[in-house]
């Protein structure tokens, strides 16, 4: 007791071990809690997708067109739609995006005016993607005459998620630690020079991340492709600048909403082929980012 | 040069373990002096004793004054050392010799510095010109995440090197002492190294720019004694075609490891100045202000 407490003070220290051991305890058993009802809705999902998916799963159904007939409607039309799409957002996005990044994170002067330009492009990723949509329909579909056309629904998707991997790949950029940069600029580099030599390479992996959450979004996205005029039922392989198009969360749309069961199940099914296809995506981006990352700890 | 007491020898080769424990009086080695028994640095005619030289220098962070007009020469070829307590401006004087201090946006500078004569502010004067001529080694090491080999390729490939890379690399890794460690290993991780190795490897990357000055800025803080030492033995070994000038907070390197030393301490206001310079053994044996002798006796700081 003595030894403990200071003279002439009472006991200054309440170890109370239990109640904190308590406390920790408490808090893991509210994470796993967490984990375990997302888990749950996982399983629940994927259970009731695959078990009424799969069946309907053939390379009838992914090489067909949709059909009034169940047992011959597919999906390749919109397949290869969200292909297409995908590829187009990337090519668009990827460039524009990490260069904006890079200017504002590297090169832009931390004044008033792109304060407000950091501020509003964080809104940006908060707008509704409806308004995209809207947007979409005045500038590229009308307002520079593409037409509904893939193209245009790609623009327009491109808009959406801009935001997003710019606000990812700030971030990334940011966490590039300054010592990274005096270390190649006291070498003799220029800013350019230290961005594409040092600073970029270290913050590749996080601008991956970002990508293929960005990636995610615009594949999965429905709303703004309805209004720039993305259709329901295409039977033929699209032609990015000159025909009408569909991708799959549409498809899916158009054969959910149909009261006919065996027309649900082929929802159930597209569902699963896009769901694949994220899976691959995803799994690709690790890949790479894992090869990017070989280097990097600090 | 002055007359120099006998003193303790202890060269850095010589040292039981690398470290001095603590208690043991400052021990000061003479070694700086043995490499080079007779020689003032400026009894070559053909270039002047002094590389970089400071007239008049305050720097201001915002409207903070971290330095108070000062002024000093660095000896071409020599070791000199900046030593005084946290805070004082040292590693803010450190920078102002390659511009480093321009990267943080309300840094502002008053005063001189040439360099060979030339005025490394001056209007014509390119800061990426002065920072391959003028290196730098930074306290924590901080290698790119990229293989020994590109980091040691970095400056050379950026300043547009004409020549065998690989020769001026293994040459590089050599100078720095690291070549064996690592002769094996080149396409690896300059971060798979020890703290150590990946400070020598930083030395390295910067002697392949083929500077003329080194700045240190702390280089051993981060480092155990052991790797401490041979960083030292490093910087004797450099010294006779560098010039190096080395902050540090570590009395006993200071001593041990450099021919000048420089003491700066702070005013009232915070804003640094120099209070005393000289051959390192002097201010540690027989400082003429109060200040540095407190200073150096570890009464303060």
Redesign the interface.
Known sequence: MAADAAPGTAVRFEPNLMRRKLAGTIFLGLCLLAVGALLLTLVVLLWDILSRGLPWLDAQFLTGAPSRRTERAGVLPALVGTIEIAVLVALITFPVGVAAAIYLEEYAKDNRLNRLLRTNIANLAGVPSIVYGIFGLALFVRGLGLGSTLIAGALTLSLLILPVLIIASMEALRAVPRAQREAAFALGASRWQVVRGSVLPAAAPGILTGIILAMARAIGETAPLILVGAVTFVTFLPNPVASGYTVLPIQIFQWAGDPRSDFQSLAAAAITVLLVLMVVLNGLAILIRARLSRHLAW | MEKEPPVTLTSPTRAPNGSQSPGVPIRITASSDARRPSAPASSDASESATTIRLEGISCWYGGFRAIRDVSLDVERRRITALIGPSGCGKSTLLRTM?R?NE?V?SFRLEGRVTFDGTDIYGRAVDP??V???V??V?Q?P??????IYDNVA??P???GFKGNLDELVERSLRRAALWDEVKDKVRE???SLSGGQQQRL?IA??IA?EPEVILMDEPCSALDPRATLQIEELMAELSRDYTIVIVTHNMQQAARASDTTIFMTMADDRAGYIVERGPTLRIFTNPEQRLTEDYVSGRFG
């Not at chain 2, 901080?142 to 293989?147: H, R, W």
């Open positions: 390659n480093m990267l946006p990426v010109v920072r391959r001529r290196g730098m930074f924590k901080n290698p790119f995440p990229k293989s970095f400056g490939r950026v300043n991780s300059g971060l930083c990357r910067t720019t």
